[in-house]
C-alpha cells in the first residue's frame, strides 16, 4: 500500500512569495490533514477535510493559508503572502474515516519551507 | 483546550538500556496515539492506545485515561530508536483532531 505523498520535499522562497504544497493520502481515506511543525515543537493543526469538506481551521491564518481539496482526494495548501515565521515543516497525514477520531493518522514525509 | 505534556524532554541512552517516556493530558480522550519521529523527519505511528497495554517487538504501550497519562517503553534500545517520540490525543470534539505534546528526543548511542 502506498503511503501519503507529498511535494516538494524542501522549498526556499523570501518573504512576500507565495508557495504551494500538494499532498496525496492514501488511497480510500476519506480524512486529510495539514499540519504545521515549527523546529522543537510538535505538529499543529491547520486544517482537517473529510471528503472535499472542511472539518476544521480554527488555527489556519486564513489571511495568508488556503487549502482546498476539490475531488475529495489530494489537497493543495497555499501560503501567500509569507511571513519568516512561516518556516516550517508542512505535514499532511489521512486517515481511513472520521468515525469519532477512532482510525489511526498516517503521515506523509512533509515539505520543508524557508522563508528568507 | 486540552493540554498534553510529555517528560521528559530528553534522554540520552546507551545502546540496550531501557528507558520510560510519560505523555500526561488534562482531560479525558477518546484516542491517544504515539508517533516516533526519525531524524528524516518521517512520523510513523507507533500505537493508537486510549487505553490499555498494547506491545510491539521492543516497544509497548500503557494508558491510565481515568489517571489521564500513558507510558511509552522501550526495552533493549538500538541507535535506530533515536529521534523524537510524540504523544498525541483528540481532543474532546470528537472530530479527530490530534493534540500533540512537545516530545522526548531520544538519543542511543552506540
Known amino acids: ?29 476519506a480524512t486529510l490533514y495539514w499540519y504545521q511543525q515549527i523546529l522543537g515543537q510538535g ?5 482537517q477535510f ?17 487549502a482546498e ?28 474515516d472520521l468515525a469519532g477520531g477512532t482510525d ?11 522563508v528568507l | 483546550g486540552i493540554q498534553v505534556e510529555q517528560s521528559p524532554p530528553d534522554l540520552i541512552l546507551q545502546e540496550g538500556a531501557n528507558s520510560t517516556l510519560r505523555c500526561n493530558f488534562s482531560d479525558s480522550v477518546n484516542n491517544l496515539q504515539w508517533f516516533h519521529q526519525n531524524p528524516w523527519g518521517q512520523l510513523i505511528n507507533l500505537f493508537y492506545i486510549p487505553s490499555g497495554t498494547k506491545q510491539n517487538g521492543r516497544l509497548s ?20 530508536d533515536s529521534g523524537v517520540y510524540f504523544c498525541a490525543v483528540e481532543d474532546s470534539g470528537n472530530t ?10 531520544l538519543q542511543v548511542k552506540p
Do not use: M
Open chain 1, 1 to 29: 500500500e502506498a503511503g501519503v505523498a507529498q511535494s516538494p520535499r524542501y522549498k526556499i522562497i523570501e518573504k512576500r512569495q507565495s508557495v504551494a504544497f500538494w499532498c496525496n493520502p492514501i488511497s480510500g481515506h
Open chain 1, 43 to 47: 505538529p499543529k493543526l491547520l486544517i
Open chain 1, 50 to 66: 473529510q471528503n472535499n469538506g472542511v472539518v476544521d481551521d480554527s488555527q489556519l491564518p486564513k489571511d495568508r493559508f488556503s
Open chain 1, 69 to 96: 481539496r476539490l475531488k475529495g482526494v489530494d489537497s493543495t495548501l497555499k501560503i501567500q503572502p509569507a511571513k519568516l515565521e512561516d518556516s516550517a515543516v508542512y505535514l499532511c497525514a489521512s486517515s481511513l
Open chain 1, 104 to 114: 489511526t493518522q498516517y503521515f506523509g514525509p512533509g515539505t520543508r519551507l524557508t
Open chain 2, 61 to 80: 504501550a500503557t494508558t491510565v485515561a481515568t489517571e489521564r497519562y500513558s507510558l511509552l517503553y522501550i526495552s533493549s534500545s538500538q541507535t535506530t
Open chain 2, 96 to 105: 479527530g483532531k490530534l493534540i500533540f505534546g512537545q516530545g522526548t528526543t
